[in-house]
């Protein structure tokens, strides 16, 4: 066979991913504080973006106000000017004045008091567990070695104060002698808060317990002799082991529960997150008004100004200049287009999820109703990944609370009524069992099973098992109350 060029037309649909198009979705799946960033950095980068002028009313008061100065300072300047009153404090004569503070070397700003540093340079944070540490290890009387692999320790302490690096691992990182480690360990197992720097739990208890001396030897042995059955709550053969009986074991089951198992916790910087919605849900008599969120975002249009120059240049003579200033204008352009896009598909969404949820902005959780990503995406005539991208780290404040718009979509649970039940209520519900069970007798997942199929609901154990584990909530025999 021959080999030969040949030419043929053939017609396709497929996907490009324009600039534009990808613009669009990048702008889509961000927050509105990571919105407001984004736009402040274009307003920065490209010069042909400004923010809205004020409206031309506005600019308009403002130019009738500006020729009234002007007509009015006109007219001062026409008339005679007054005769100027001689100002007192030009018959001082400061020559004189500093005159001797000149001739003893006296600088007259010796006594005034000046910042070094602006204020902003003087703020600071509130010390955290590192620094809280650290501190402490440099006011103590260790040697400098020790106080060299104090501080690589110091640096391998999570926020619940525990040391998550081995000995061999903390020697072989200088080198350093595994004598000094092990005294390292001890200066920092010493400071406070007490617990800090022990390799698991146990040992953080024993610490605790060593430093409050308390006067219970089988606190202790129960800590360090039987701690894989306290662990597990065999209290029963913890208390033949001691010899001693149940009464006496829960005071010093007691005195266990109250040391602290995350001591480093005290030392914690975390701080609140405040959340802005992006959505507000108003109820206006018997219907619900959808408004976005656009406190603080800049309104853009592109500056006029590079508009007209572009107009008045010569594209032969001038073309670099012309061809970035059409590059950055369509930049521009594209932008504002994806912004109002990203605008029309939130109001969207937000739209479909209230003409679904109406029930449950009604009446409440109970009748919150199943729903999916392809529901919504059907009903706006909207690809399923759009609308991912829409409720993607978005907030929705409703008249029942703040809630992300992912917390809408949930999948459903068949019922005899006919109708599936959202999965949030069946969780709701199995939270109220729990929380109103006898703690001698906790609901197993068999058990809570058997109540929700006897209200109709079809529900599988290992689903109410899973259900339970998403709400952080133990089993049974954890929950069980032995005392």
Known sequence: ??????????????????????????????????????????????????????????????????????????????EPAPEKEKDSFDEIDYDAYFQDYIEYGYNPRMGEDHEEFPIENTLTRPPNLTDHLAWQLGMSDCSPAVKEIGAFIIGNIDEDGYLRATSDEIAAAGPYDPADVEKAISAIQSLDPIGVGARDLRECLLLQLEFLEVDNPMVESIVRDHWDMFMQRHFVQIAKALAIDMKTLEGVVEIIKHLDPKPGRKYSNERAIYVEPDVYIQKVGDEYIIVLNEDGMPKLRINGSYRNMLHSMDSKSDGETVNYIKDKIRSAVWLIKSLDQRQRTIYKVAESIVKHQREFLEKGIDFLRPLVLRDV???????????????????????????????????????????????????????????????????????????????????????????????????????????
């Open 377 to 483: 995406a059907d009903d706006i005539q909207m690809h399923e990944s759009t609308v991912s991208r829409v409720v993607s780290n978005k907030y929705m404040h409703t008249p029942r609370g703040l809630f992300l718009m992912k917390y809408f979509f949930h999948s459903g649970i068949d019922s005899d009524t006919g109708e599936d039940i959202s999965s949030l209520t069946v969780k709701k519900k199995i939270q109220g069992f729990i929380d109103g069970e006898d703690p001698r007798k906790p609901l197993s997942d068999s058990k809570i099973m058997k109540i929700l199929n006897d209200e109709g609901i079809n529900i599988a154990r290992r689903t109410v098992a899973k259900y339970r584990d998403e709400l952080n909530i133990p089993s049974s025999t954890d929950r069980k109350q032995i005392f």
């Open 1 to 78: 066979m021959a080999l030969e060029q040949k030419l043929h037309l053939k017609l396709s649909q497929k996907l490009i991913m324009t600039p534009s198009l990808q613009q669009a979705i990048k702008l889509l799946q961000l927050s509105k504080l990571e919105l407001q960033e984004v736009l402040n950095q274009e307003l920065l980068e490209n010069p042909l973006l400004e923010e809205s002028a004020e409206e031309a009313k506005q600019e308009e008061a403002e130019a009738e106000a500006q020729e009234k100065t002007q007509t009015e300072e006109e007219a001062k300047a026409a």
